[in-house]
């Protein structure tokens, strides 16, 4: 599960790094495209990793994995 949130994490770690420097440093943010690409690389990211996720939990053959939490 840590590796879940840390994929998408790091697809976008850099540009956050440069929109958090430009607010700290009162400098204007100009890489609006770059930024729209890194978004959408976050979203590819993140509904493959929940694709790979719902495969592996249903491979494992436990199809039933949900009765477990919803019973207390």
């Known amino acids: 599960m ?3 949130g ?3 994490f790091s697809a976008i770690y850099i540009e956050l790094y440069y929109i958090f420097a ?3 440093g009162h400098r204007i943010y100009t ?3 770059i ?3 890194v978004f959408i690389i976050l979203l590819i990211v993140t ?3 929940t694709v790979a996720l719902t ?3 249903l ?3 436990d199809h039933e994995w949900w009765w477990r939490y919803a019973v207390c």
């Open 35 to 37: 930024l729209f690409i």
């Open 47 to 49: 509904a493959f990793i």
């Open 59 to 61: 491979a494992a053959e």
């Open 55 to 57: 495969y592996f939990q």
């Open 2 to 4: 840590a590796m879940a």
């Open 22 to 24: 430009s607010v700290w």
């Open 31 to 33: 890489i609006y495209s």
């Open 6 to 8: 840390f994929l998408p």
